[in-house]
């Protein structure tokens, strides 16, 4: 079992940055890809990106630029630092596990999530 909290989010305005927080706990953090996963009201849950113990990374098109995806292995801790945010990045912002190989974009590739964390941002 992997376990995983986030932790970071709150109410910003438009242009503003924030940086999310995931702890790990319960398995070798350095065996999984963790990515971040978002879900905004009514919507579904949409991927955001992933790193893999190497740090390479994958992002959605539409993150590329503004949100950066990053992990300490000596923490067991991913990070999402979002830049220049807009309203429609409201959401509700996951981190998700899955056993290292391809970085994959997919929900139901990840095996493990976190409780998630609200991030709102007002225009």
């Known amino acids: 079992q992997v376990q995983l909290v986030e932790s970071g989010g709150g109410l910003v305005q438009a242009g503003a940055s924030l940086r999310l927080s995931c702890q790990a706990s319960?398995?070798?953090?350095?065996?999984?890809?963790m990515g971040w996963f978002r879900q905004a009201p009514g919507k579904e849950r949409e991927f955001v990106a992933v790193i893999n113990s190497m740090h390479s990374t994958y992002y959605a098109d539409s993150r590329k630029g503004r949100f950066t995806i990053s992990r300490d292995n000596a923490k067991n801790t991913l990070y999402l630092q979002m830049n220049s945010l807009k309203f429609e990045d409201t959401a509700v912002y996951y981190c998700?596990?899955?056993?290292?190989?391809?970085?994959?974009?997919?929900?139901?590739?990840?095996?493990?999530w976190g409780q998630g964390t609200q991030v709102t941002v007002s225009s």
């Open positions: 998700a596990a899955k056993p290292t190989g391809v970085l994959r974009s997919t929900r139901s590739d990840y095996d493990y």
């Open positions: 319960g398995r070798t953090f350095r065996n999984y890809d």
